[in-house]
T-cell receptor
């Protein structure tokens, strides 16, 4: 089954404790992206990747890191999480730069 | 910076009525304009999209119109049904050749039976 998976689905952590949210897709898509969703703000792009080892900043990259060492995986790293990073995070992938994005199930992160 | 504005933020209609959601964008280089539907507790899913070389596109009860000159695009849902109740997001591609995407803030649509 074609899908985008994220882990963990729920995470409660404390300020400053490094964490990684994994994202994997099995559709051989070149393009992948991370978004955060906050009430009233819609989906805001954090980082995106156009291929292995090619990444770029989205609208709200501060406090986040990404890497794309393999085509199927695009982890999101929070080196020192803060409470304002409490949010719902979605990973997405696409076969083209201007085409349908397939979203993962989301990761709800709470930073205390 | 680039942005996409979406209105209204909340829309309530009677079953069978039409619903219209409007978006404006700022980047004149935008070429791709998708619409996503997000049901409660679920992930966003594409319902329709339009490219800059087309003025209108229709898929059953859903249609999207694009006015590139005015930088407006709209989603039209006819004969609304309770299952259309969800949050709808418009989006625009930013620049060319990349994967930068700006989403609107969303419209919560309620369809009353």
């Amino acid at each position: 089954e074609a899908q985008v998976t994220q882990n963990p689905r729920y995470l409660i952590t404390v300020t400053g404790k490094k964490l990684t949210v994994t994202c994997s897709q099995n559709m051989n898509h070149e393009y992948m992206s991370w978004y955060r969703q906050d009430p009233g703000l819609g989906l805001r792009q954090i980082y995106y990747s156009m291929n292995v080892e090619v990444t770029d900043k989205g609208d709200v990259p501060e406090g986040y890191k990404v890497s794309r060492k393999e085509k199927r995986n695009f982890p999101l790293i929070l080196e020192s999480p803060s409470p304002n990073q409490t949010s719902l995070y979605f990973c997405a992938s696409s076969s083209t730069s201007e085409g349908e994005q397939f979203f993962g199930p989301g990761t709800r992160l709470t930073v205390l | 910076g680039e942005n996409v504005e979406q209105h209204p933020s909340t829309l309530s209609v009677q079953e069978g009525d039409s619903a219209v959601i409007k978006c404006t964008y700022s980047d004149s280089a935008s070429n791709y304009f998708p619409w996503y539907k997000q049901e409660l507790g679920k992930r966003p899913q594409l319902i329709i999209d339009i490219r800059s070389n087309v003025g209108e596109k229709k898929d059953q009860r859903i249609a999207v119109t694009l006015n590139k000159t005015a930088k407006h695009f709209s989603l039209h849902i006819t004969e609304t049904q309770p299952e259309d109740s969800a949050v709808y997001f418009c989006a625009a591609s930013i620049g060319t050749g990349g994967f930068k995407t700006i989403f609107g803030a969303g419209t919560r649509l309620f369809v009353k039976a």
